[in-house]
């Protein structure tokens, strides 16, 4: 372990265990959350109502010291409902900008896909550039800026899906699954004895990261070492999604681009100062699986986004 990078992975440790406290299990999607929120991407996560995505999302923003908030996307929803607007002062007679929801550290929007393409375009330039232009007045966000979207796979009435510029936004897509018997029955145990969902203080959730620990983080994972055989295997892996013949589209540069940052802040996570192909892999389904369009035969043949990286990286050259 490199000495400059000995204590990233005890902090990355100290996280985990305060999000812990209020979510059992789902240690997969804490983790991929703080390498894409490391990385300063935004996340999409996917699961059904009840999995405790609203309460990771909090918790999330507590250990940070980070501000939060919540959108709850709805098909009546206008941008400047996100964004804010300016308002006419009777006073000073002039017009003044109220911020909107989207002025957040961490901001979680939930049902992204249940508000028309029109509301959903609002996030574009926001979660690409950290700013909103309101009557040509450009408006920075605050630092540290990160979106957790929430979508449910199976409900899809009344839902708009989203455009590809919107969903390449996303560093990752993250599955949330049902919790295994054991991590539900603890859930139940934790209620019983008189859980409070909605006090994350009284439940003794700290903070672990602040603004300048995170930036000393985030320049730590930027200076992690990518050899020229890394680079080559996720270029490797891009392109390989791009020839499958199971996909009508592949992934683009900006998926090469996400899996090479989140790789090495998952290296520096893991204490190393350098990426294996291991980290690669282990990311490439979180960072690939929502740029990958399947091809209709190959849904009918049971296909999945996920089965297609699986294969890929089955088929590109490990590097030694």
Not at 234 to 256: D, N, W, Y
Request: hydrophobic share 45%; with cysteine; glycine share 6%.
């Amino acid at each position: 372990m490199n000495g400059t990078n000995g204590s990233i992975p005890e902090t990355f440790e100290q996280l985990i265990g305060e999000l812990q406290k209020v979510i059992v299990g789902q240690r997969a999607v804490m983790e991929q959350s703080l390498v894409a929120f490391l990385a300063g991407g935004h996340v999409l996560i996917e699961g059904v109502p009840g999995l405790a995505k609203t309460l990771f999302a909090k918790a999330l923003a507590q250990t940070l010291s980070s501000t939060f908030k919540r959108i709850q996307f709805t098909p009546d929803l206008m941008p400047s409902d996100i964004i804010g607007t300016n308002v006419f002062d009777l006073q000073t007679r002039t017009f003044a900008f109220v911020a909107g929801p989207i002025f957040a550290n961490i901001v979680l929007v939930d049902e992204i896909n249940r508000t028309p393409p029109k509301t959903q375009a609002a996030l574009l330039e926001a979660m690409e550039e950290r700013q909103v232009t309101v009557d040509g007045v450009l408006h920075p966000l605050p630092s540290n800026f990160f979106v957790v979207a929430t979508q449910n796979p199976v409900e899809y009435e009344g839902t708009f899906p989203l455009a590809e510029a919107q969903v390449d936004r996303f560093l990752m897509k993250i599955a949330i699954h049902y919790p295994e018997t054991e991590e539900e029955c603890e859930i139940l145990r934790r209620y019983h004895s008189g859980f409070q969902l909605h006090s994350l203080q009284q439940l003794g959730v700290k903070t672990v990261m602040n603004v300048d620990s995170i930036a000393a983080t985030r320049k730590i994972a930027e200076a992690i070492l990518v050899k020229e055989e890394i680079i080559q295997y996720i270029v490797q892996v891009v392109a390989a999604t791009r020839a499958s013949q199971r996909l009508s589209l592949g992934a683009s540069p900006r998926a090469s681009l996400a899996l090479l940052q989140s790789a090495k802040v998952l290296a520096a996570l893991r204490g190393r100062d350098f990426v294996t192909p291991d980290d690669v892999k282990e990311l490439a389904a979180p960072v690939l699986r929502h740029r990958l369009i399947l091809r209709p035969e190959a849904e009918i043949e049971g296909h999945t986004a996920d089965s297609v990286v699986t294969q890929v990286l089955g088929e590109v050259p490990v590097p030694r």
